[in-house]
């Protein structure tokens, strides 16, 4: 009997390879192309609903106890604090607020699961490989989320990603302003990412968020417009000269010479116990 040759080996190889590859390539095209950089439109406010000025300016459904605590989270920033604003200690901004893009943000589709980057804040992972929900979740900023794509026109191709995404850990803000989400984390989020069938260069994504800090669900649509030119991409490293910082509870800032310094108009400085006082 005669075995092939090396040349027949790695020619046969070869056709394997040029198979697979156009198989990958045809799953591929029933995917929509999101490839590119995208940004939040320059007349689109950085808030959640992005419609609508942040903060008061929301009209946010917020229960009787959540909009307490926003009303202080409020009165503490007008003076100086960071409540509210977990960002400022370099916390990811988590979901739903990643959503806002303030920076620009990059939508890497794969059949098993798409990828929502961003230069500012951590990846997410939507995954659309038709996985459950797992019995045990471990909490994170992000949430875990499961996506199912959809063929909204019936033209053979996918057009709609449908997401829901749970398990969180907080603190976690919808947007700067530091309005909050319930503290016990139960949040169901909805998304429904779609193109503009007009202008392929404009991508909606429809949030829906269920909160119990909230009267009722809370559903907006946040518009991008993709890049034309070659993409320019930042690396923002948050933990880099942050002059912010907590101690017992309170906001200080360190100077540009390095000295712990207040915040606020009158603000105490932080308990020293554990420090050597210096004799009088």
């Known amino acids: 009997m005669r075995h092939p040759g090396p040349a027949a080996a ?13 198989a990958f390539a045809d799953d591929l095209a029933k995917y929509p192309d999101w490839s590119g950089q995208w ?3 320059d007349n689109v406010a950085p808030s959640f609903d992005p419609t609508k000025p942040p903060g008061h300016g929301q009209q946010a459904p917020l229960t009787a106890e959540y909009q307490v605590i926003f009303e202080s989270i409020l009165k503490d920033r007008a003076v100086g604090g960071l409540t509210g604003d977990p960002t400022g200690l370099c916390l990811p901004h988590g979901m739903p607020r990643m959503m806002v893009a303030i920076y620009p943000v990059e939508f890497v589709v794969t059949p098993n699961t798409t990828y929502y980057m961003t230069d500012y804040t951590t990846s997410r992972r939507i995954f659309t490989d038709g996985r459950d929900w797992p019995a045990q979740i471990i909490p994170s900023f992000n949430g875990y989320s499961i996506g199912k794509w959809v063929d909204a026109d019936g033209d053979g191709r996918y057009d709609l990603l449908e997401v829901e995404t749970r398990g969180f850990k907080g603190p976690r803000t919808f947007e700067g302003s530091g309005m909050p989400l319930h503290r016990d984390e139960a949040s169901i989020i909805k998304e429904r990412i779609f193109q503009d069938k007009a202008d ?4 909606y994504d429809e949030v829906t968020v269920i909160d119990h800090a909230l009267t009722r669900p809370w559903t907006v649509t946040r518009p991008y417009r993709r890049e034309p030119s070659a993409a320019v991409w930042d690396f923002v490293d948050c933990a880099e000269n942050n002059p912010h910082l907590v101690i017992g509870g309170e906001t200080y800032m360190l100077s540009a010479g390095g000295y712990l310094m207040p915040t606020k108009t009158g603000q105490a400085p932080p308990d020293l116990r554990f420090f050597k006082r210096a004799r009088e």
């Open 10 to 22: 790695i020619a046969a190889t070869a056709l394997l390879s040029l198979a697979i590859s156009a």
């Open 39 to 41: 940004r939040r439109p």
């Open 200 to 203: 392929r260069n404009i991508l």
